[in-house]
């Protein structure tokens, strides 16, 4: 596979403690960072060995660089990925993509029509516990598939405590950032999602932003030729030690995955059936971001496909925008 030359726009944490290690153990090289902040780009560039760094976006596309990874607030997205694409670079775009479905369909459209790769940097569908459950259950282990259940509640870091949590910052709130997520791992797996309710709260003392830190949803998801599918999700940034799971439950069984929705990859899959419980063996040692990386790569080269593609990531963003609304307005609301 090439080995690409990455541009960084936005010298966020995410970019410094997963994505650049992975983009260098793909075979990848960083060629620089772009932020809005000069003093931020150099200093970033200065601690993790990027030769080049800038403040105008402009510079960093006129790199030789074959693709970006963009890691800026949510609000930047559209208009950062556009230019990308409109420069000829691929794109790796954090979720959501955009903060309208609008905007997110106009990013694919643009990046097909350009012969371009753009992905969402969803690190769950490519998460060996995840492969697996979609793999048992297309074997129907656990026959007709009736409903599942995502537990995503965690604690939000002190460092990260910013603009996710600002109410007056578009894009910010625990939907848009956790349940997109939960979204990109139910949507492969269950179906076409086509309404959602939602309930989200402000818990946190220390949320001094105002934003709503909790949220629970349940997605109702249909199948040419199969009942319809109920699906709940639990989301927060106020939780500390309940850790995470999936459970999916079918007419002939049910399967549980613990540690199921971390950026890390030790999880447990056990299936049970009316013959009893077991464990389904899965290798976990590989890095999730590097998992995204390669397919990312072999996307580009031709002889593969991203881990959450571009109307992967439309299709996430759906589902959390629905649920925003739900929970503003108190309405169950149906996706287009």
Known sequence: MPALKWGLIGASDIAATRVIGAIRASGGDTVGVFSGSADRARDFAAVHGLPNFTAELEGLLGWDIDAVYISSTNALHFEQATSALNAGKHVLCEKPLALEAGQAEAMVELAEERGLVLAANHHLPGSPLHATVRDLVAAGAIGTVLSAKIAHAVLLPERLRGWRLGKGTPGSGVILDITCHDASVLNPLLGTPVAVSALAVRQAGW???????????VIRYERDGQPPVLAQTHDSF?????????EVHGTEGTIRVTDAMTQDTAGQVVLTTGSGSQTVDVDCSEDLYLIGLRAFTAAVDGTGRPTATGRDGLMALKVALAAQESANSGRTVHIN
């Open 238 to 246: 106020t939780v500390g030690y309940a850790g995470t799971s999936l």
């Open 207 to 217: 949320n001094t932003g105002g934003q709503e830190d909790a949220a629970m949803t």
